[in-house]
């Protein structure tokens, strides 16, 4: 059972929004234990990167300086779901998309796809020019 299931990906021209949604299936993100949530992203022939990531015990938002102020990261406890809205997307944002959970606080980890334990399948978002 994959504990991680993305969906909301497609294709949109530059400048277009897109909303992804991840459900966390088989454990509960809320209360306890907490977790930080974490989007991730990879295209072709690059490493994965962290995108954005929040903690379930109501901490701040962290989010990779690439994408601040045009992405939001949002949790919703009660249908156990973590959302990452896009606004003002550019081609370079094209790559496969990931959420992920690992049991701890994001602070100084949010950033390595190591740290972290729940992995989805990835949805594809492609935007073109």
């Known amino acids: 059972q994959v504990p991680l299931v993305e969906s909301g990906g497609g294709s949109v021209q530059a400048g277009g929004s897109l909303g992804l949604s991840c459900a966390a299936s088989?454990?509960?993100?809320?209360?306890?234990?907490?977790?930080?949530l974490g989007w991730f992203r990879q295209s072709p022939g690059k490493e994965r990167e962290a995108v954005a990531s929040i903690y379930t015990n109501g901490g701040i938002p962290y989010y990779a300086d690439s994408v601040k102020g045009r992405f939001t990261i949002a949790q919703d406890n009660a249908k156990n779901t973590i959302y990452l809205q896009m606004n003002s997307l550019k081609p370079e944002d094209t790559a496969m998309y990931y959420c992920?959970?690992?049991?701890?606080?994001?602070?100084?980890?949010?950033?390595?796809?190591?740290?972290?334990?729940?992995w989805g399948q990835g949805t594809q978002v492609t935007v073109s020019s």
């Open positions: 992920a959970a690992m049991p701890e606080q994001c602070v100084n980890r949010w950033r390595s796809s190591a740290a972290f334990t729940y």
């Open positions: 088989g454990f509960t993100i809320s209360p306890y234990p907490r977790y930080c």
